[in-house]
């Protein structure tokens, strides 16, 4: 039986090299079924003209009119989305090529509704410093789920409402929803899947990272030379 297609909501704003790792990511995929749903504003750059051309394959950029919240864009997503299942695929954040074929099996196995990676690893910009994200830190909803890589599938999202229209938390709102709801959500253990990518422009601030982190080893799976590429990106696009 052939894998079922999974589409990836990538909701970005001005952040043409972050996107460009982040479609780097998503080529390198070992889940053959896929596409990229890039969920953009009206006023942002010409996209197409800043992706590198070798990551355009299954890729199926967006423009929505006026500036939106990245809830929005995703729930505008779901509605173009080609496949039955759905992953959020942050624009900043690591995923390694098993993401998706890992991920995605508890939903297949009908053992969950949601399912998110573990919270395990943070990595800080521009300081290129590594940390461990603390179980109960405000970011992670429960069993130590990081909110941003959440895969379900679109019944399960529609009928938990979609994302919020929040800047911040549009993800755990509808997963608090789910679970007021009784439909299940639950962890995947983050081996070396998936990392929790820290700049100046996102929302997790200093206090944060000083109240809920200890000091961690680079993971053996994050190259020094990604390191270096993802300085890069935060220099360009802060």
């Not at 990511?25 to 990229?36: G, S, Y």
């Not at 109960?136 to 229209?165: F, M, P």
Request: charged share 30%.
């Amino acid at each position: 039986m052939p894998e079922p297609k999974i589409s990836c909501l990538i909701a970005t704003h001005g952040r043409p090299h972050y996107l460009n790792l982040a479609l780097e990511f998503f080529q390198k995929q070992t889940w053959p079924n896929k596409e990229a749903l890039v969920l953009i504003d009206s006023d942002d750059l010409p996209i197409k003209s800043t992706i590198r051309k070798d990551l355009l394959k299954d890729v199926n950029v967006i423009r929505l009119p006026g500036r939106r919240p990245p809830g929005e864009k995703r729930n505008f997503g779901v509605m173009r989305a080609q496949g039955k299942y759905l992953a959020i695929w942050d624009d900043d954040d690591w995923y390694a090529p098993n993401r998706l074929a890992d991920e995605i099996q508890p939903i297949l196995q009908n053992k969950t509704d949601f399912a998110a990676f573990q919270t395990d690893i943070v990595f800080v910009l521009p300081e290129k410093r590594w940390l461990k994200l603390e179980p109960g830190a405000t970011r992670v909803i429960g069993n130590g789920l990081n909110d941003t890589s959440t895969v379900c599938t679109v019944e399960s999202w529609n009928k938990a409402g979609g994302n919020s229209s929040s800047m911040i938390g549009e993800i755990h709102d509808m997963l608090r929803r789910a679970r007021k709801m009784k439909m299940r959500v639950d962890p995947v253990k983050n081996k070396n899947h998936f990392v929790y990518v820290r700049h100046p422009s996102t929302m997790m601030g200093p206090r944060f990272l000083t109240d809920h982190c200890l000091m961690a080893k680079r993971p053996y799976t994050f190259s020094r030379s990604l390191e270096d590429r993802y300085l890069e990106a935060c220099r360009r696009d802060g």
